[in-house]
């Protein structure tokens, strides 16, 4: 059975970490370390911090505003 590594982030694995030029699907991603949030509402990759460092980024959870506002564009479409 394989282990998962640990990160130092408390209870996320490196299978959690995307890194900048990794394609993603659709969410909003956070670059770690930082506020920055990524929003990509299709698949697509990841962008570069351009600080010279290697870009790690984590899936934020949907909240209430994104769920709110997906809602209204499904309804605008009709």
């Known amino acids: ?14 299978e959690d970490i995307f890194i900048a030029g990794q394609k993603v699907s659709p969410g909003r991603y956070r670059l770690v370390g930082s506020q920055r949030d990524i929003l990509l509402d299709r698949e697509d990759t990841l962008p ?25 564009d499904e309804r605008s479409r009709v």
């Not at 570069?48 to 209204?72: C, F, H, K, M, N």
Request: charged share 35%; glycine share 2%.
């Open 48 to 72: 570069a911090s351009l600080d010279g460092r290697v870009a790690e980024y984590i899936l934020q959870p949907e909240t209430w505003a994104d769920l709110r506002d997906s809602t209204t």
């Open 1 to 14: 059975m394989k282990r998962k590594r640990r990160s130092p982030l408390p209870d996320i694995t490196t």
